[in-house]
């Protein structure tokens, strides 16, 4: 059953994106809450080209630890909009804002639910590309999921090549097909994992790891620490699980990084004997 759109109820504005605005929205009849992100006919075309990979990649995930879509609009008007499960705690940016550092105890349950996540769409070949505290969503069963698939990337379109393409597909060479199996963007899950490395070093000290705390990040003495320092590590008052599963994460050659299945069996999100 769809929610037809004028049966919702703007309340507020949860979040502003780039180009999209997310509001807090509420169902007439049976009062449920959830939040609607709306991206206006008039916006830009990247913009709109986003918010089409994020209805296209949330229609087919179903995921415990990937935000719910209720229902996807497309008005006259060009207006696009994307109804989804309401997160109340809001990101695990603001819980870092509103209530300073996580806990390690904390963290692992953040890591071992977001892994859950990318175990899901990495398996589904959908590489996320954007994973980063103001991109995970908390609820107050301190559910965490991942949102916001703007610049994500499906690796595997043989189906839907081959359904547009009749006529070419037979000639398409491998790495058109599975770009993942042979070789085409080996690196591309990867990135996905760096980036959770660094979320989980930043919810911990509470700043952005390659910065020092307070300093304003600007482009390229971020992109020159990225690449050319060492990856940072954790303070000492870290437990050497912790420190570890960072490391893994936060390896620079991609290759060397562990997987979501690796890391699922790591000692700091699985404390009992892992199999
Ligand atoms: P953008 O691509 O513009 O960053 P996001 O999907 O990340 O869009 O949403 C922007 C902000 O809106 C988020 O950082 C968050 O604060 C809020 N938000 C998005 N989705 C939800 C949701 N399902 N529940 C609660 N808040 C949300
Ligand atoms: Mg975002």
């Given at each position: 059953?769809?929610?037809?759109?004028?049966?919702?109820?703007?309340?507020?504005?949860?979040?502003?994106?780039?180009?999209?605005?997310?509001?807090?929205?509420?169902?007439?009849?049976?009062?449920?809450?959830?939040?609607?992100?709306?991206?206006?006919?008039?916006?830009?075309?990247?913009?709109?080209?986003?918010?089409?990979?994020?209805?296209?990649?949330?229609?087919?995930?179903?995921?415990?630890?990937?935000?719910?879509c209720d229902g996807i609009y497309e008005m006259p008007s060009g207006?696009?909009?994307?109804?989804?499960?309401?997160?109340?705690?809001?990101?695990?940016?603001?819980?870092?804002?509103?209530?300073?550092?996580?806990?390690?105890?904390?963290?692992?349950?953040?890591?071992?639910?977001?892994?859950?996540?990318?175990?899901?769409?990495?398996?589904?070949?959908?590489?996320?590309?954007?994973?980063?505290?103001?991109?995970?969503?908390?609820?107050?069963?301190?559910?965490?999921?991942?949102?916001?698939?703007?610049?994500?990337?499906?690796?595997?379109?043989?189906?839907?090549?081959?359904?547009?393409?009749?006529?070419?597909?037979?000639?398409?060479?491998?790495?058109?097909?599975?770009?993942?199996?042979?070789?085409?963007?080996?690196?591309?899950?990867?990135?996905?994992?760096?980036?959770?490395?660094?979320?989980?070093?930043?919810?911990?000290?509470?700043?952005?790891?390659?910065?020092?705390?307070?300093?304003?990040?600007?482009?390229?003495?971020?992109?020159?620490?990225?690449?050319?320092?060492?990856?940072?590590?954790?303070?000492?008052?870290?437990?050497?699980?912790?420190?570890?599963?960072?490391?893994?994460?936060?390896?620079?050659?991609?290759?060397?990084?562990?997987?979501?299945?690796?890391?699922?069996?790591?000692?700091?999100?699985?404390?009992?004997?892992?199999l």
């Open positions: 059953t769809v929610i037809p759109i004028t049966d919702l109820e703007k309340l507020n504005v949860l979040g502003h994106g780039n180009g999209g605005t997310v509001y807090k929205v509420q169902h007439k009849r049976t009062s449920e809450i959830y939040a609607l992100k709306l991206v206006h006919g008039d916006s830009e075309p990247t913009v709109r080209r986003q918010v089409f990979r994020e209805m296209e990649i949330l229609r087919r995930t179903d995921s415990p630890h990937i935000v719910r207006d696009i909009a994307i109804l989804m499960e309401y997160m109340d705690l809001g990101t695990l940016d603001t819980l870092l804002q509103r209530n300073g550092t996580f806990t390690e105890s904390a963290l692992a349950d953040v890591a071992r639910q977001v892994l859950s996540g990318l175990s899901y769409l990495h398996s589904h070949k959908i590489i996320h590309r954007d994973i980063k505290p103001s991109n995970l969503l908390v609820n107050n069963k301190m559910e965490v999921k991942i949102s916001d698939f703007g610049v994500s990337k499906i690796m595997c379109r043989t189906l839907d090549a081959c359904n547009s393409y009749v006529g070419t597909c037979a000639y398409m060479s491998p790495e058109r097909f599975d770009p993942d199996a042979y070789g085409g963007n080996y690196n591309g899950y990867a990135g996905d994992i760096w980036s959770l490395g660094l979320t989980l070093f930043e919810l911990y000290v509470g700043h952005f790891p390659f910065l020092p705390p307070g300093q304003r990040p600007d482009w390229a003495t971020l992109m020159c620490a990225i690449c050319f320092a060492d990856p940072p590590s954790l303070p000492e008052t870290a437990s050497e699980e912790f420190r570890s599963f960072v490391e893994c994460c936060l390896q620079k050659e991609s290759s060397k990084r562990w997987t979501v299945a690796q890391l699922l069996s790591h000692p700091f999100v699985c404390k009992d004997p892992c």
